[in-house]
């Protein structure tokens, strides 16, 4: 396979602004308690979810993170070269997400959607990279979920999972070469489909603990693939950011991997599960409690659906607060 180490490119990369948006309503756990059989402290325990949002379309949420972000990259819309959005909870089935969101925002460039389920915001990340080094300037990439279309609040086995949101980042050439994306890994594992799915018109269906299996085999492989190739160590890593998918995936693996929770960033007990959306939500947390700084080392790991699983390392630069 192709090296993906990327240390040492003189491209430069940096996050010039970040934004997220999450709907103003809110279900509990005790409200989902009293549609099916469970309780808080049950949901608490095996998910470390407390509640999650609802409400609003994927492209609504994600023009609302989408202009956040703008502002604090102090962008106007003739500046951003390429809309990327990773959703997995499109408005339509078609047409794409994108070209709406890009039509909220008064952009005037390519509008494209990524489907990479829970992993579609780190998989955008390197794809914005690419078109950096094909020559475009600045490239907004957007997580946004509308997950209560696509999820039966009355099943014990998902309902208590998901939730809605939408995070963004600015991206854009860094030619001071502070910040980088020092390494990357993609994956894919179609085989393992039925075991996390939305028929056409229908709610997600899940094979709970063998998501939960692979999942943390997904991380394991895809952290160590983006360590070997950033050459970095586990305790070289200032911040990582996993998906928000259930605590005791992260705990597991991160028990194999060596990460300790101090090092991680978490947002799961407010949102839930929010897809691709789940990354750049505590990406903007962190950044407003002051948790990032120049020159740190920062991973984003995403896994999810498909499966697929996407890891990015980045030597942070670009807005702090
Ligand atoms: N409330 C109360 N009790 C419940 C619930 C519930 N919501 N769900 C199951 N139970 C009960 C079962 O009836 C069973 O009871 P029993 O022992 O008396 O028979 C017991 O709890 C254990 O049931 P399991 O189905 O084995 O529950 P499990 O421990 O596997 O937990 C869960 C279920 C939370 C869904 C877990 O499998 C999980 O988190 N898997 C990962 C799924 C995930 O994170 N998906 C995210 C999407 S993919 C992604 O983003 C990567």
Redesign the pocket.
Known sequence: MASHQLAGSSLGFRFSGVGSYLPAEIVTNDDLAEA????DH??RE??GIGQRHVGGTTSELATEAARAAMKRANVGPDEIDQLLLATTSPDYICPGTAPAVAEALGLDCGALDIQA??SGWVYGLVHANGLLLQGMERILVVGAEALDRITDYTD???????GNGAGAAVVERDPSGEGQLLSFDLGAAGEFVHI?YAEHGDVLQ?D??E??RQ?VKAILRSANNALDRADLSVGEIDLVIP?Q??I??VESAWKKLGFSMEQTGMRLEETG?T?AASIPLVLDKMLDEGRLKSGDNVMFLG???GMTWATTIHRWAGESR
Do not use: P
């Not at 099916?36 to 309780?39: E, F, L, N, P, R």
């Open positions: 099916m059989d469970s309780s049950w949901i095996r998910t389920a829970c014990r086995g998902t309902g208590i999972l998901f996390l899940m709970g603990k998501v939960f999942a998906h998918a259930n005791r995936i599960n897809s896994f999810g659906a």
